[in-house]
């Protein structure tokens, strides 16, 4: 598929590009919402609404990025803005707070106690990244969580290598204090 | 090395992104300085944790094209400003092109001079006698009479020759 040409296409109002243009990217653009709001139903909302937006920004595209780039761009906007929005004033959970798993005898039982402490380290992990600021949230998600490289944080939140480099130290450092509990340490 | 830069350089060795003798250097400092090896260590379980978190394979919701199709429908009617967007990127060189045309024409084709005959010039400069007589003696002053009969002559001799090139 010559994107380039399925994009133009696009522009020109053709629909069924457009289709094809939403079938490509929609696992990518729901797959980066659902592992920043950890929302499914949340996540499908976003989706819908960034793809929305990229039709009606369409005419303005000038080739300058691939358009899976500035795709992304739309969506990382948008879900920021809903991270803004949507920002709760949570109690901060403990470790303490979160159910033990029950204490199991035979083997199956041991690896279903395993499975659930697993499931509360996630939910605590989850609970301190809502916690943190947007900007670090955001940075850590799509370099631990989505694994793009430097270069495309870069591309995608219009950051030069040294500002990516410089935020993610600062917010590994945050996310660590807030860890500690789980870590095992003082975390300072 | 310090801790403090020891910690830049740890974030970059857990993403693989450390030159070899800023490595060397960092492993070094790591040896002799157990906060910083535990540092490296927190860092590590986190990405580990991180990467756990994420939703692999993740499919939208069913339908979602087809739902997208339908608010597509309904919420997304393009503004004054988006068809104007669509039509000024198309109109601007056409104008240009247009617009080089006309200045093209305008100073390329030059208007032909229209030659007139001798007689023709003779009457066009020529003056109803009557009235430039009139203006002679309506003259008060003498010598304002006199200057204007004077020029009045030389005037008339310069239309004769005129008339003879």
């Known amino acids: 598929m010559d994107e380039n040409r399925v994009v133009k296409q696009a522009q020109q109002g053709d629909k069924e590009s457009f289709s094809i243009l939403v079938k490509t990217y929609q696992s990518k653009v729901f797959g980066l919402a659902v592992n920043i709001v950890h929302d499914r139903e949340t996540a499908d909302d976003l989706a ?66 395993e499975t659930q402490e697993h499931e509360r380290y996630k939910i605590l992990l989850r609970q301190k990244l809502e916690e943190m600021p947007e900007k670090y949230r955001l940075i850590l998600s799509l370099r631990d969580i989505q694994g793009l490289s430097y270069e495309e944080i870069g591309k995608v939140l219009k950051l030069s290598p040294g ?14 204090k807030k860890l500690a509990p789980l870590l095992g340490q003082g975390g300072g | 090395m310090n801790c403090h830069k020891a910690e830049k350089l740890i974030s970059k060795l857990v993403d693989g992104r450390l030159e070899t003798g800023a490595s060397t250097r960092l492993a070094a400092h790591l040896a002799v300085c157990p906060s910083c090896a535990q540092l490296l260590s927190d860092y590590q379980k986190m990405k580990g944790m991180m990467a756990d978190l994420k939703i692999k394979d993740a499919e ?9 199709r339908a608010r597509l429908r309904t919420e997304a009617r393009p503004s004054i400003w988006a068809v104007v967007e669509r039509w000024y990127a198309a109109a601007v060189p056409v104008f240009l092109v247009i617009a080089m045309i006309l200045v093209g024409v305008l100073f390329l084709v030059q208007p032909t001079e229209v030659q007139m005959s001798q007689s023709e010039m003779l009457l066009f400069q020529t003056q109803s006698p009557l009235t430039e007589t009139r203006a002679i003696f309506d003259e008060e002053k003498p010598e304002n009479r006199q200057l204007k009969l004077l020029f009045a002559g030389l005037e008339a001799q310069e239309i004769v020759r005129r008339g003879k090139q």
């Open chain 2, 60 to 68: 939208p919701l069913p339908y979602f094209e087809q739902r997208l």
């Open chain 1, 163 to 176: 500002t990516v480099d410089s935020r993610l130290h600062r917010a590994r450092r945050l996310l660590r």
């Open chain 1, 48 to 113: 819908q609404e960034i793809f929305l937006k990229a039709y009606l920004s369409l005419p303005g595209f000038r080739f300058q990025s691939e358009f899976g780039t500035w795709l992304y761009q739309i969506a990382i906007n948008h879900i920021r803005d809903y991270l803004r929005k949507h920002k709760k004033e949570k109690e901060s959970l403990s470790l303490d707070e979160i159910p033990e798993p029950g204490t199991g005898e035979n083997e199956m039982d041991l690896r279903i106690a």
